[in-house]
Antibody
Framework: QVQLVESGGGVVQPGRSLRLSCAASGFTFSSYSMHWVRQAPGKGLEWMGVISYDGNNKYYADSVKGRFTISRDNSKNTIYMEMNSLTAEDTAVYYC????????????WGQGTLVTVSS | QSVLTQPPSVSGAPGQRITISCTGSSSNIGAGFDVHWYQQLPGTAPKLLIYGNNNRPSGVPDRFSDSKSGTSASLAITGLQAEDEADYYCQSYDNSLSGYVFGTGTKVTVL
């Protein structure tokens, strides 16, 4: 069965960096694009970015472009998101999701990892 | 910030039919990009509910259906059940933003 497990969340001070990971299993990881989506406390879903199946193409939401970087290691069935210059507005649960055809962000989602930016 | 607008809340009695609208623009729904719907039960991750033109992943009951017209889409839930209490989000692609977009989200309450 498809499984996505995020890790790397926690409490981080403003201005610092954090790297999230998403380990995938149960499918041919190298054949799928992967997305990151976040949800601030009590708020809606916000798309962060996507990385193509081979890692050659990456696209980001304007809100994080230049600060967040998505990468993947197909040998480890894992994607990453490096987040820099964090602010309180980045406090959220971060989900990874498996992309699907037709511009579907996620036919499968992880359980999420909480990032809290606070001094 | 969201470019897809949904009503904040919709409620209905058990067994009733409710609809949730998702209003976009000419750069997303109106441009012909598919609309997808997600269900998020309290305290859990979103789950794909409907994708493309009224397609349901395995296990999703046919009480859920969607439609699209112009720059808007709608999710219908018939035979409303207590287990349908959740937040619902529409999602599409926007060629002006060159990115994926979610709706503002709708909380469904079963009275």
């Amino acid at each position: 069965q498809v499984q996505l497990v995020e890790s790397g969340g926690g409490v981080v001070q403003p201005g610092r960096s954090l790297r999230l990971s998403c380990a995938a299993s149960g499918f041919t990881f190298s054949s799928y694009s992967m997305h990151w989506v976040r949800q601030a406390p009590g708020k809606g879903l916000e798309w962060m970015g996507v990385i193509s199946y081979d890692g050659n193409n990456k696209y980001y939401a304007d809100s994080v472009k230049g600060r967040f970087t998505i990468s993947r290691d197909n040998s480890k069935n894992t994607i990453y998101m490096e987040m820099n210059s964090l602010t309180a507005e980045d406090t959220a649960v971060y989900y990874c999701a498996r992309g699907a055809s037709g511009y579907v962000v996620g036919d499968y989602w992880g359980q999420g990892t909480l990032v809290t930016v606070s001094s | 910030q969201s470019v897809l607008t949904q009503p904040p809340s919709v409620s209905g009695a058990p067994g009733q039919r409710i609809t949730i609208s998702c209003t976009g623009s000419s750069s997303n729904i109106g441009a012909g990009f598919d609309v997808h719907w997600y269900q998020q039960l309290p305290g859990t991750a979103p789950k794909l509910l409907i994708y493309g033109n009224n397609n349901r992943p395995s296990g999703v009951p046919d009480r859920f259906s969607d439609s699209k017209s112009g720059t808007s889409a709608s999710l219908a839930i018939t035979g409303l059940q207590a287990e349908d209490e959740a937040d619902y989000y529409c999602q599409s692609y926007d060629n002006s933003l060159s990115g994926y977009v979610f709706g503002t989200g709708t909380k469904v309450t079963v009275l």
